[in-house]
């Protein structure tokens, strides 16, 4: 019992020291602005074959700086398209 508690600690702190590396590249990527684009409606749902649908996004900076500038394009892919590209943007 006793050599298996032994072994048991180095282990655990190896783990421990592993894992805190992986840790600390994810803990420097918040130091920018981050965009989160999510979907929150379209309306008609489903979308109808040759009918304009409307769709409502919602973008959020989870980052932790200010997003300066920010302009979101729409590329769309078959079999969707936009009627004019001044909408894409």
């Given at each position: 019992?006793i050599?298996?508690k032994?072994?048991?600690?180095?282990?655990v702190?190896s783990?421990?020291f592993?894992?805190s590396?992986?840790a600390?590249?994810a803990c420097?990527?918040v130091?920018?602005a981050n965009?989160?684009?999510?979907i929150?409606e379209?309306?008609p749902y489903?979308?109808?074959i040759g009918?304009?649908?409307?769709?409502?996004?919602?973008?959020?900076n989870?980052?932790?700086d200010?997003?300066d500038?920010?302009?979101?394009?729409i590329?769309?892919?078959?079999?969707?398209?936009?009627?004019?590209q001044?909408?894409?943007?």
């Amino acid at each position: 019992m006793i050599k298996i508690k032994n072994s048991l600690i180095p282990l655990v702190l190896s783990l421990l020291f592993v894992s805190s590396l992986f840790a600390v590249p994810a803990c420097a990527a918040v130091g920018g602005a981050n965009l989160k684009v999510t979907i929150i409606e379209t309306n008609p749902y489903p979308a109808k074959i040759g009918e304009y649908l409307t769709l409502t996004v919602q973008v959020e900076n989870i980052g932790g700086d200010k997003a300066d500038n920010v302009d979101i394009e729409i590329v769309p892919q078959y079999p969707f398209s936009l009627d004019s590209q001044a909408n894409a943007v």
